[in-house]
C-alpha cells in the first residue's frame, strides 16, 4: 500500500465522518429533523447509546490496535527496555481509554466518588463534574508521558506536531466539559447570544465530542504513520 495515500485517506475520512456527525446532531436531532424520537437520539452526539459515540469508541480501539502492533514490532527491534514498556504502556491505556468511553467508566467512578469517604469532601468542594477530581491528575500525567515519550521516539517534526495538536485536542475538550459541569458555567454567553441554556449546553458537548474525535483521529495517523516507518512490510504467520 502506498502509506502516504492511506494516511491521507484515513485522516480525510475520518474528518469527514466527524463533520457529518456532527451536522446531522444538528440538523436531525437538535433542530428536530426527524419528528421521531428514536431517529434523533441515534444522531445526538451527547448520548452514549449514538452514532457518533459508536464512532470514538471505535476509532480508539483503532488506535489501541495500532498501538499493540507497534509494541510487538518494538518487542523485535528496539534494544531499549524502558523504551518496549513505553510502548505497552500507551497501549494499555488507549486499550482502558477505549473501554471507558463505551462503558463510561471514569464518569461512573466520579459519581461513585461522591459516596467514597476518601474523596467525599474534595468532590463536594469542586464545582464541576466529580470525575475530573478522581481522574484529571491521572489523565494529565499520562498526557504529559505520552508527550516525552513521544517527542524521543518520534524524531520527525510532523509527528510531533501531531502529537502536540492531539494533545491541544484533549486539552480543549477537558476545558469545554469544565464548563458544562458549572452550574452557571455559559450563563455569560447564554445572556449574550439570548439562548436557551439546553442549547448551549448541547452544542458545547457536541463540539467537545467532535474535538475529542479529531484528536483521536490525529493520533491514529501518528502511530499509523510510525508504524509503516517501523514495519515496510507485515508479515502475519498462523500456526
Not at 126 to 138: E, G, I, N, R, T
Request: aromatic content about 14%; charged content about 20%.
Amino acid at each position: 500500500m502506498d502509506s502516504r495515500r492511506l494516511l491521507i485517506v484515513v485522516f480525510f475520512s475520518c474528518v469527514a465522518i466527524e463533520i457529518a456527525l456532527f451536522v446531522l446532531d444538528w440538523k436531525v436531532n437538535h433542530e428536530r429533523g426527524s419528528s421521531i424520537g428514536a431517529i434523533r437520539r441515534l444522531f445526538n452526539t451527547t448520548r452514549e447509546d449514538s452514532l457518533a459515540s459508536w464512532f470514538g469508541v471505535t476509532q480508539t480501539f483503532v488506535v489501541a490496535l495500532v498501538l499493540w502492533l507497534t509494541t510487538a514490532i518494538a518487542a523485535k527491534t528496539q534494544p531499549s527496555r524502558w523504551k518496549r514498556v513505553g510502548w505497552i504502556v500507551l497501549a494499555v491505556f488507549f486499550t482502558y481509554m477505549a473501554i471507558d468511553d463505551g462503558a463510561k467508566i471514569h464518569e461512573r467512578l466520579g459519581t461513585a466518588s461522591k459516596s467514597f469517604a476518601v474523596t467525599k469532601d474534595a468532590v463536594g468542594i469542586y464545582p464541576s463534574y466529580a470525575w475530573q477530581v478522581v481522574f484529571m491528575p491521572l489523565f494529565a500525567a499520562m498526557g504529559l508521558f505520552m508527550l516525552i515519550f513521544l517527542w524521543q521516539e518520534l524524531p520527525r517534526t510532523k509527528d510531533r506536531v501531531r502529537v502536540f495538536l492531539a494533545l491541544s485536542c484533549f486539552g480543549v475538550a477537558v476545558v469545554f466539559d469544565f464548563f458544562e459541569g458549572l452550574d452557571d458555567g455559559y450563563a455569560w454567553l447564554i445572556e449574550e447570544l439570548d439562548v436557551k441554556k439546553r442549547t448551549i449546553r448541547h452544542y458545547s458537548k457536541s463540539i467537545e465530542e467532535t474535538i475529542e474525535m479529531l484528536g483521536m483521529t490525529i493520533l491514529l495517523v501518528t502511530f499509523l504513520d510510525n508504524l509503516m516507518q517501523r514495519a515496510r512490510v507485515l508479515t502475519v504467520r498462523f500456526r
